[in-house]
């Protein structure tokens, strides 16, 4: 299977400060990108106004994971190949979705998680903490879902026709990470880990997960694992 | 161990279970509730039951056998409200997905693209 239409999906909330110059770096990419607003309440609408996106509005915000499904629902329903997830948050590059889409194209993988612990690629400028809770996400994941990645919670993906057509997310909030290797592992998908770097900004770090929420992921993974 | 520790254990691992795999049938839990609430009603008329009964489990009075029911009750009652929550999140997100996907492009701020 050729795979010939790509989109970009970007979930966003409350990101008006960043948004602009993420998209034009995307739109940069020549591929067309879905911008999920997921209830933001700033001026979103207003400066999304001339730029060639394509525009879903959540009436209220549902949280990430229900972002990137209602993203993926609308790439299924204009009969795309394959997507790539990208944080609206000025963290990621947009040269990373080549990168990521690279292994999709030729045919070797079904899903391509960015990494920015592949190779020196930024990851030293973390706080200590942040290194902590993702080092324990990475070994949670594993016991979870039998997947060992280097990073857990990279926003940037790529999935390819399989995943997109396999891959549904129900967990509304960041346990979406989480869910997409269970569904990995579930659906026998091929993948892979591609680097990439990002750039840490105050603004994107402020917007950083927190420990707390890492316990929150914790249960959301429980709480299904238990309910089938 | 007493035979109370044993049956409140079981109980609360039951509840956790139970739960989880069958009690999600309404009429279940009214079956649950009209129990508990007969339980409830002997145990107001005959106070000395719950002392008597409490005895044979090995608890000391019959106050704290209510108490430890209570809290039982209690537990499984949070986690029926939490699950009933998170269905109804469940459904919420796919009601805002749908209305979000039929106003897609007529609520465009921009020229939408389909290549």
Same mark, same amino acid.
């Given at each position: ?25 995307? #739109? ?71 990168? #990521? ?64 057509? &396999? ?37 994107? &770090? ?23 | 161990?007493?035979?109370?520790? #044993? ?8 509840? #956790? ?7 999600? &049938? ?90």
């Amino acid at each position: 299977m050729t795979v010939q239409r790509i989109y970009i999906i970007v979930p966003v909330y409350n990101e008006a400060a960043v948004i602009s110059a993420t998209l034009q770096d995307l #739109l940069g990419t020549g591929y067309p990108v879905i911008v999920v607003d997921d209830g933001s309440t700033d001026a979103l609408p207003q400066i999304l106004a001339g730029l060639p996106v394509h525009y879903i509005r959540h009436c209220f915000n549902l949280g990430q994971g229900a972002a990137l499904e209602t993203g993926m629902e609308e790439a299924r329903r204009l009969g795309a190949d394959a997507v790539v997830h990208f944080d609206a948050d000025g963290q990621h590059a947009a040269g990373a979705v080549s990168v #990521l889409l690279a292994p999709i194209l030729e045919g070797s993988c079904d899903i391509v998680f960015g990494s920015r612990f592949l190779e020196r690629s930024g990851a030293g400028q973390l706080p200590f903490t942040r290194r902590l809770v993702l080092q324990a996400a990475r070994y949670l994941n594993y016991l979870f879902t039998g997947i060992l990645l280097s990073d857990a919670h990279n926003g940037l993906r790529a999935l390819g026709p399989l995943a997109l057509q &396999k891959i549904r997310l129900t967990q509304d909030r960041m346990s979406h990470a989480t869910e997409i290797l269970e569904e990995v592992h579930e659906y026998g998908l091929r993948y892979r880990e591609v680097p990439v770097t990002i750039r840490y900004s105050p603004y994107s &770090k402020a917007k950083g997960q927190s420990l707390l929420n890492s316990v929150n992921i914790l249960f959301d993974v429980l709480f299904k694992k238990m309910q089938k | 161990m007493k035979l109370i520790q #044993l049956i409140l254990l079981t109980a609360l691992l039951a509840t #956790l279970v139970s739960y989880f795999r069958w009690f999600r &049938k309404p009429a279940l839990d009214k079956v649950l509730v009209v129990g508990v609430g007969l339980a409830g009603m002997v145990f107001v008329i005959f106070p000395d039951s719950t002392t008597r009964i409490a005895g044979w489990l090995g608890v000391g009075r019959g106050a704290d056998l209510l108490f430890y029911i209570a809290i039982v009750a209690l537990t499984y009652l949070v986690l029926l409200l939490y699950s009933k929550i998170k269905k109804l999140e469940s459904r919420v997100t796919e009601l805002v997905r749908r209305q979000a996907l039929l106003e897609a492009g007529r609520e465009n701020p921009s020229g939408e693209v389909r290549p």
